[in-house]
Nanobody, 115 residues
């Protein structure tokens, strides 16, 4: 399996925007699904958005119409554009890549939204 590195996290006021990026490297097998997950303190990790290599996208109800997942094929990178952020979006955000060998994770990036 390869490596994933997230970037773009930080602190923002409610109503603001952030763009997360995930750079994948060293993958021998094709990445079939690219995803973003988050884990807030005291809560389980949850899916935020995912995108199949076919282009099909899935969003959590809590972020639908506010977040957009996209990819840059040339750079083997995918992004999560987060708009209209709310305090409840505060969490560590992880990118994930699923291949024929399974799923692996980036180390995570903190997103803090203050009200």
């Amino acid at each position: 399996q390869g490596q994933l590195v997230e970037s773009g996290g930080g602190s923002v006021q409610a109503g603001g925007s952030l763009r997360l990026s995930c750079a994948a490297s060293g993958y021998i097998h094709s990445i079939n699904v690219m995803g973003w997950y988050r884990q807030a303190p005291g809560k389980q990790r949850e899916l935020v958005a995912s995108m199949h290599v076919s282009g099909n996208k899935v969003y959590a109800d809590a972020v639908r119409d506010r977040f957009v997942i996209s990819r840059d094929n040339k750079k083997n990178t995918w992004h999560l554009q987060m708009n209209s952020l709310k305090s409840e979006d505060t969490a560590v955000y992880y990118c994930a890549a699923t291949t024929a060998w399974g799923k692996n994770w980036g180390p995570g990036t903190q997103v803090t939204v203050s009200s």
